[in-house]
């Protein structure tokens, strides 16, 4: 794995959206939403966001906001590395970082069966908080949910995430 000292990894700023959006877009994975989406996100949703930069290009994402019904749980809405720079640890980074900031208790997100590198860096994430990671056998949201052909989505659990508390 590459080295990735350059890569700074900062709340998104004001104007952000756009390269959230096109880095969305470019995965080829995730759902591109709207513009307006991610103009909010890095406006309102800032402190619990998180973009990637190498230089002055963004080449990373996370949207993120804590649950009103859970507020001590952090739900990873999307995760997105450009595809030049993925497997490089930046998606993993990225939680990390994002972890450390925000201090939830539990970081949740809904993953699709077969995204590996999603898994992957999720758990690798877990285990640097020394926290559990759990995930569903059963679909969090199903095509019915979503009202599409896309793939159903289980939900990863990482937590309690107590080493930060104690060195909050
Ligand atoms: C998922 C994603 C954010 C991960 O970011 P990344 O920077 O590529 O991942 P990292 O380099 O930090 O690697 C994290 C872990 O995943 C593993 N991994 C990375 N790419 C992988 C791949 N293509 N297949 C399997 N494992 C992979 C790494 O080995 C590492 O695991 P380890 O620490 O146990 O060795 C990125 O690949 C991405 O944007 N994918 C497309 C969008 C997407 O699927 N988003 C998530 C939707 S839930």
């Known amino acids: 794995?590459?080295?990735h000292n350059s890569i700074q990894l900062n709340k998104p700023r004001r104007g952000d959206g756009p390269a959230m959006r096109?880095?969305?877009?470019d995965t080829g994975v995730l759902s591109v939403n709207s513009a307006y989406y991610y103009a909010m996100m890095a406006r309102c949703f800032s402190d619990t966001c998180l973009v990637a930069r190498s230089g002055e290009q963004v080449c990373g994402y996370?949207?993120?906001l804590f649950l009103p019904a859970q507020p001590e749980t952090l739900f990873v809405w999307q995760i997105?590395?450009?595809?030049?720079?993925q497997g490089k640890g930046i998606g993993k980074q990225m939680l990390i970082r994002l972890i450390e900031r925000?201090?939830?208790t539990f970081l949740e997100a809904t993953i699709a069966l077969d995204n590996q590198a999603s898994l992957r860096a999720f758990q690798a994430a877990a285990r640097q908080m020394a926290a559990d990671?759990?995930?569903s056998d059963k679909p969090f949201f199903?095509?019915?949910d979503m009202g599409s052909a896309d793939?159903?989505?289980?939900?990863?659990?990482?937590?309690?995430i107590q080493l930060l508390k104690q060195n909050a």
């Open 151 to 160: 793939a159903p989505e289980h939900l990863m659990r990482i937590g309690p």
């Open 22 to 25: 096109a880095i969305a877009r």
């Open 62 to 64: 996370i949207a993120a």
């Open 142 to 144: 199903t095509q019915s």
């Open 102 to 104: 925000a201090r939830p």
């Open 80 to 85: 997105g590395v450009s595809r030049a720079a």
């Open 1 to 3: 794995m590459e080295s």
């Open 133 to 135: 990671a759990t995930f």
